[in-house]
């Protein structure tokens, strides 16, 4: 009875493994781009980037402006007033040093902001058409290096689930 039930435990794997598993693949970043939401948030970010664009010209060109007036008149200034002139550049400088960095921290978390809800949309939808065709696996295709037979490219069905062509 012991080896009958030993038996039992090393054969009950083998019958696990011998059914067919349903594997697809998606191409996440074929979806994504063509996701009629993308022309909006690119638009949306674009105009972002181009007031952060013009900020940082305005700083630029300030800085320049007073660079350029010091210059003028360095010879002419008291030390003291030299000083001051040269304090206010290096402030300005740092101000301009100081405000890039954290216009990019500030684009990344726009484009997040952005990006994340359509991401959802296209997961969402993956993982609804992955239930409904009973597939066990669903691979993004931009990281598989071989695909057997039996795989499925579900592309144009998550494209469909949401409406694109």
Known sequence: MKKFI???FMLLPMG???QEVKIAFVNFQEVFEVMPEMDEAETKFA???A???EQIKALQTEYQAKYEEYMKVEATLPENLK???QE??????DRYNNF????QQDLEQEQIKLMTPIQQKVINAINAVAEEQGYDYTFNSQV????????????PLVKAKLGIK
């Open 6 to 8: 030993v038996l039992l």
């Open 16 to 18: 696990a493994f011998s």
């Open 47 to 49: 105009a972002i980037s």
């Open 51 to 53: 007031q952060y664009d």
């Open 83 to 85: 000083l001051r002139r």
């Open 88 to 93: 206010e550049l290096q402030q300005l400088g």
């Open 100 to 103: 890039v960095p954290q216009v």
């Open 144 to 155: 598989l290096f071989h695909t057997g037979k039996n795989a499925v490219d579900a592309t």
